[in-house]
């Protein structure tokens, strides 16, 4: 098993940054890919950022340019650096982590409010 602990989120205002952390812990061997997904009121759950064991890393559209995830591998932890941050961008922010041979593992979310 995998536990997932969130961190980060709150209210910021519009221009502003955030950053999010998740720290995994629990059966690690075959951890790969490691990041954040979204999900706003009346919306699908979307990929906000990626990141995979070698560092290579993939954004959804929205957020190019703006987001930065990173990881630690030694420590388990992925980050997500938010700048410039919109009304858009709030949502609920769930952490997503991938070990091999099992289901994903997902935490259980934080919010981040961006007012205008």
């Known amino acids: 098993q995998v536990q997932l602990v969130e961190s980060g989120g709150g209210l910021v205002q519009a221009g502003g940054s955030m950053r999010l952390s998740c720290a995994a812990s629990?059966?690690?061997?075959?951890?790969?890919?490691m990041g954040w997904y979204r999900q706003a009121p009346g919306k699908q759950r979307e990929l906000v950022a990626i990141i995979v064991s070698g560092g290579g890393t993939n954004y959804g559209e929205s957020v190019k340019g703006r987001f930065t995830i990173s990881r630690d591998n030694a420590k388990n932890t992925v980050y997500l650096q938010m700048n410039n941050l919109q009304p858009a961008d709030t949502a609920v922010y769930y952490c997503?982590?991938?070990?091999?041979?099992?289901?994903?593992?997902w935490g259980q979310g934080t919010q981040v409010t961006v007012s205008s």
């Open positions: 997503n982590v991938n070990v091999a041979f099992r289901e994903p593992y």
């Open positions: 629990g059966s690690m061997f075959g951890l790969n890919a």
